[in-house]
């Protein structure tokens, strides 16, 4: 090859190579922009996402306890209590069902005689307490009874019935007797 031609070809390179360099830096400026907008895109969808997805597993409801008003966000004063609901819906049905308490709470020990228990119908194992007047009765059947035979846990071990309830099932108890 002569020096002409050598020369030549330098220069061919040297542009060659100028114009790669020119398009990496185009490409490289192109890229980042594209890939600033998408980050950012992405961004806005994440956080929309996120709170989409809280919002979807959200659970139902929440025990707030009084003293946690802040975190729940609720005034507790103004939570009607969930018992008052159950007495209105208790008096919207009208009666306590004796025999529905009876079956939940109290057949257990009253129905074979469990623990010294005196059985339902059982009119021998009732007469001497009935001597005691209904009110006594429903008042060891409400607030509990230690006898001779054993005892009788209050409300049958179930604090969550009512006064009523307790004395619908005593009722339904005594009907059973003679
Ligand atoms: C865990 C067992 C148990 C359950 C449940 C239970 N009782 Fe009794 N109950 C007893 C026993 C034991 C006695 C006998 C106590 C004694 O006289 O020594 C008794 C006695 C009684 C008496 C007679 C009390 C007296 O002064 O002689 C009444 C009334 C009575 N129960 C009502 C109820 C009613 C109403 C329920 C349901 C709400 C109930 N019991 C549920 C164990 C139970």
């Known amino acids: 090859m002569s020096e002409q031609e050598d020369r030549n070809f330098f220069d061919t390179f040297m542009m060659v190579l ?29 956080v929309d996402a996120q709170s ?4 979807r597993i959200r659970p139902e409801g929440r025990l707030c306890l009084k003293g946690q008003e802040e975190e729940c966000e609720v005034d ?14 208790a008096e919207a049905e009208g009666e306590v069902d004796g025999q529905q308490v ?27 307490r009935l001597d005691k007047g209904y009110d006594t009765l429903l008042e060891h059947s409400i607030e509990g009874f230690q006898g001779d035979a054993g005892y009788m846990p209050a409300k049958g071990g179930n ?20």
Do not use: K
Not at 28 to 33: E, K, Q
């Open 76 to 89: 507790i004063a103004t939570v009607d209590p969930v018992s008052d609901e159950d007495d209105a819906v």
């Open 52 to 55: 989409q997805l809280a919002e």
């Open 102 to 128: 009876y079956n939940q709470a109290c057949t257990t020990c009253h129905g074979q005689g469990v623990a010294g228990a005196p059985v339902t119908g059982d009119d021998g194992a009732w007469a001497a």
């Open 18 to 46: 100028a114009a790669l360099i020119v398009f990496t830096v185009v490409i490289y400026a192109i890229s980042n922009m594209v890939a600033n907008r998408t980050i950012a895109d992405r961004h806005v969808q994440t």
């Open 159 to 178: 604090p969550n019935l009512s006064d009523e309830q307790v004395a619908a099932a005593l009722d339904y108890m005594l009907e059973q007797v003679d």
